[in-house]
T-cell receptor, first 116, second 109 residues
């Protein structure tokens, strides 16, 4: 089966610019996650969708980050304006159900963002 | 804050040796998962152990869970150079699946 697709693979921008990332989850997966992984650290959850709805966005910096999931399938994550500390790998993952029901997550290869 | 914390942060061994990584967590869980991440890639699921399970095997992997100590261990037996990667535990305490900081394993040929 096809995996989780993410684009772009790499992005370099200057601070205060805006950037958007795209994710296409595995077909039929109801839950979609965006994680931020800073170099040398573990992934940190930014937002979790269950179909169209947001399950958790408590760690999303809402003054600059936004995310949406279109028709319960594809998702975009946007940063506007970007700060130097946003430099990280942004990982998208999906699961058939919720992790709470013992589902495993499938990850994309991520988008590596460098903010100069 | 991170629910799970791995120990050690880095581990270097020779091919053929066993590698043991530990994970400690703070709140009660329904399950604990282990993932592997090769450099520059996304995470790959290795194994999930439920809170009512004590041990689980998958190929050369053995995972144990001690809920009384809030800890888990991942054992990789007969390691190979291809096992070189970062290994993360993830716990579902609270409303989200939270990852630890990871153990960076290097297996020297």
């Amino acid at each position: 089966e096809a995996g989780v697709a993410q684009s772009p693979r790499y992005k370099i921008i200057e601070k205060r610019q805006s950037v958007a990332f795209w994710c296409n989850p595995i077909s039929g997966h109801a839950t979609l996650y965006w994680y931020q992984q800073i170099l040398g650290q573990g992934p940190k959850l930014l937002i979790q969708f269950q179909n169209n709805g947001v399950v958790d966005d408590s760690q999303l910096p809402k003054d600059r980050f936004s995310a949406e999931r279109l028709k319960g399938v594809d998702s975009t994550l946007k940063i506007q304006p970007a700060k130097l500390e946003d430099s990280a790998v942004y990982l998208c993952a999906s699961s058939l159900g919720s992790y709470a029901t013992n589902e495993k997550l499938f990850f994309g290869s991520g988008t590596q963002l460098s903010v100069l | 804050s991170q629910q799970g914390e791995e120990d050690p942060q880095a581990l270097s061994i020779q091919e053929g040796e066993n590698a043991t990584m530990n994970c400690s967590y703070k709140t009660s869980i329904n399950n604990l998962q282990w993932y592997r991440q090769n450099s520059g890639r996304g995470l790959v699921h290795l194994i999930l152990i439920r809170s009512n399970e004590r041990e689980k095997h998958s190929g050369r992997l053995r995972v144990t869970l001690d809920t009384s100590k809030k800890s888990s261990s991942l054992l990789i037996t007969a390691s190979r150079a291809a096992d070189t990667a970062s290994y993360f535990c993830a716990t579902d305490g609270g409303n989200m699946l939270t990852f630890g900081g990871g153990t960076r394993l290097m297996v020297k040929p």
